[in-house]
């Protein structure tokens, strides 16, 4: 039936403004009323969905997403595992995604050369389950750099993570390499990273390769992704247009001034995850808080949070997403991520919906259909027991997770559980919890 109504909900639309009670009604694949009650929509022909007074809000988008990236502990676990398997990983993946909410996703840098673009290819044709998707290449890097995994005695760069290149033409090959196989952008890495050996705050590429990379997108038409933690990176993402930053932890003054004279250009997703749980959640892994603190991520996090406070406090557009794929931060929690907004970035629970909801619609390039609850938009919609805005957890737990819908389509459907069965379920999680706090 390609008429659905959604009655009794508490709607967020994704505006920041507060919840209404209210209904919606798609039509197809896009949403075609938004009534607030005591108004209705018309559902004539209609299947109708009651809402229970539960929270209806947009689709999310992951804007930082790395689907090849297999929950293991190590970058050479992640791309030593044969093709074949790795592309169905990547399909059951994107299932996950979906599935807890997340209708569309940034490819932050896939493992091996074609796997976004084949998931991508896969979930546009109907063949998989996933999220809207646009695919990245691999991370360009250089010689010694973040991506760089050759050895000394095997320098082969098909061993390594990323695309090695020294030099513009070099670059330039690399870009119009993964611009044939079909990727929607291009990801470069413009600084280290602490777990590779590497600082963060390095810096390792020339500013006529950067201009070489951009000036290839440009000529595509293609937009360009960066790793770039340290604030030489930051500040040359500005100088040469690439839109999307990725972590920006160590921006200086200079860098924010940069940012904030063109926030309208630019989308800062800083992985925070990545920071709080490589700092005090990977012990299972050998990196225990005092290892992390050694390596620099405790001073990292101190520094980012105070970075992304005054991005904020600037205007600048921060989005949820960042490394999620290893093994103290699987694939599917995803969402954590907004917990993290508020306590360490100062944002209300509001503004980090908002984040991964309207700012999402605007870094998939498409402010005027995605990420908001409005008529004319996408029927990208998803139904939580329980309010958000009140315990942002309860969007990590897939059992909370009882609509999703993309284009009108209905991927996930448990609201026919009854109230009895909601507050059994929300008993159960509660002795859950209370047994893990003893």
Known sequence: MSRIAITNAAVFDGSGEAPFQGEVLIDGTRIVEVARAPQQVNKEGARVIDGRGRFLMPGMTEAHTHFSWNDQPSLAAIQFMPPEEHILWCVRVAKRYLEMGWTSAIGAAAA?????????????????????????????????????????????AELSFGSVCSGPEEI??????????GVDHLKINLSGEYIAGL?????PFAEDEIAMLASEAKRFGKRVAAHARSSESVKQCVRHGIEMIYHASFADEEALDMLEANKDRHFVAPGIGWLVRTAFNASDYGITPAVAEKMGYKRELEIASESLRKM????????????????????????????YFVDYIGMTPTEALVSATRLGGQIMQRPDELGMLRAGYLADIVMVDGNPLEDLSLLVDPDRILLVMKDGQVWKDACSRGADGAAAHAAARDSREAVAAH
């Open 112 to 156: 091996k050369p074609r796997l976004d673009v084949v998931l991508r290819n896969a979930i546009n044709a109907g063949e998989c389950p996933g999220p809207r998707y646009l695919a990245g290449s691999q991370e360009i890097t250089t010689i010694g750099a973040l991506g760089d995994n050759s050895l000394p005695h095997m320098p082969f």
């Open 172 to 181: 330039r090959r690399s870009a119009r390499t993964f611009i044939k196989y």
């Open 199 to 203: 600082p963060a705050e390095m810096s």
């Open 312 to 339: 904020r406090e600037r205007g600048i557009r921060i989005l949820p997403g960042g490394d999620y794929g290893f093994a103290w931060m699987p694939h599917g929690t995803n969402a954590t991520d907004l917990q």
